[in-house]
T-cell receptor, first 113, second 118 residues
Framework: GAGVSQSPSNKVTEKGKDVELRCDPI?????LYWYRQSLGQGLEFLIYFQGNSAPDKSGLPSDRFSAERTGGSVSTLTIQRTQQEDSAVYLCASGSLAMNTQYFGPGTRLTVL | AQTVTQSQPEMSVQEAETVTLSCTYDTSENNYYLFWYKQPPSRQMILVIRQEAYKQQNATENRFSVNFQKAAKSFSLKISDSQLGDTAMYFC???????????????FGTGTRLTIIP
C-alpha cells in the first residue's frame, strides 16, 4: 500500500514568512509524529499525535511552531515568522499501536534565506 | 530521559564483507523497542530491523542481524555480504513503550555513515 507522503518536497522561503508543511500518514495509522533533522542538532522530536488524545508538544522548539491533525489523518506543521535556524529537513512518521513501529515519509527540506 | 550513542561517525568496508555498527543506549525503563533505520542520499528513512526488549532472541532480517545485550544496553547491527546499495547513514533509535497507552517518540543516535567500496 501507499506509504507516508509529505509535501512539498522542498520549500525555500524568506526570513519572516510563514510556511506550512503537510503529511499524509499511512491509512489506518493512528499515531503521527513530526521530527526535524538538521546539521547541528541531528534528529529531534517535535510533536506526536495519537488518536483523539491531546498531542505531545514537548519537542516544539518555540511558540512559532504549531501542528494540527484534522480528522485523525492529515497533519500540517506550521512555522510562523521563519528564521534561518529553522532550515532543516522535516520528517513525518506514522504508526499503529499494534505494530509499535514508525514509518517515515520522504521529508520536506526547508531552506530559510 | 533516554540517550542513544553511536560512537562510529563513519565506516567503510569492501563489497561482500561483513560490517558491524555499534549502538549503546541509556534508559531506566524495562519495556521498550530498538530500531535501526537506514537513510540513503534520497533522505528517505527506511526501517532496517526492530528488536523488542522483552525478547532475548536477536532479530534477523535477511542479511541484517542485531546483537542485543540488554544488561549492557548495547544494540549493534551486523550487515553480512555487504552490497553497494547498503551505502547510507544508519541511525540507531530507541522507543519507550507504555502498555495500554501507546508508544512514545523515537530517540535517535547521531548516525554512522557507511560506505561500501566496490
Amino acid at each position: 500500500g501507499a506509504g507516508v507522503s509529505q509535501s512539498p518536497s522542498n520549500k525555500v522561503t524568506e526570513k519572516g514568512k510563514d510556511v506550512e508543511l503537510r503529511c499524509d500518514p499511512i491509512s489506518g495509522h493512528t499515531a503521527l509524529y513530526w521530527y526535524r533533522q538538521s546539521l547541528g542538532q541531528g534528529l529531534e522530536f517535535l510533536i506526536y499525535f495519537q488518536g483523539n488524545s491531546a498531542p505531545d508538544k514537548s519537542g516544539l522548539p518555540s511558540d512559532r511552531f504549531s501542528a494540527e491533525r484534522t480528522g485523525g489523518s492529515v497533519s500540517t506543521l506550521t512555522i510562523q515568522r521563519t528564521q534561518q535556524e529553522d532550515s532543516a529537513v522535516y520528517l513525518c512518521a506514522s504508526g499503529s499501536l499494534a505494530m509499535n513501529t514508525q514509518y517515515f515519509g520522504p521529508g520536506t527540506r526547508l531552506t530559510v534565506l | 530521559a533516554q540517550t542513544v550513542t553511536q560512537s562510529q561517525p563513519e565506516m567503510s568496508v569492501q563489497e561482500a564483507e561483513t560490517v558491524t555498527l555499534s549502538c549503546t543506549y541509556d534508559t531506566s525503563e524495562n519495556n521498550y523497542y530498538l530500531f535501526w533505520y537506514k537513510q540513503p542520499p534520497s533522505r528517505q528513512m527506511i526501517l532496517v530491523i526492530r528488536q523488542e526488549a522483552y525478547k532475548q532472541q536477536n532479530a534477523t532480517e535477511n542479511r541484517f542481524s542485531v546483537n542485543f545485550q540488554k544488561a549492557a544496553k548495547s544494540f549493534s547491527l551486523k550487515i553480512s555480504d555487504s552490497q553497494l546499495g547498503d551505502t547510507a547513514m544508519y541511525f540507531c533509535a530507541f522507543m519507550n513503550h507504555i502498555s495500554n497507552f501507546g508508544n512514545e517518540k523515537l530517540t535517535f543516535g547521531t548516525g554512522t555513515r557507511l560506505t561500501i567500496i566496490p
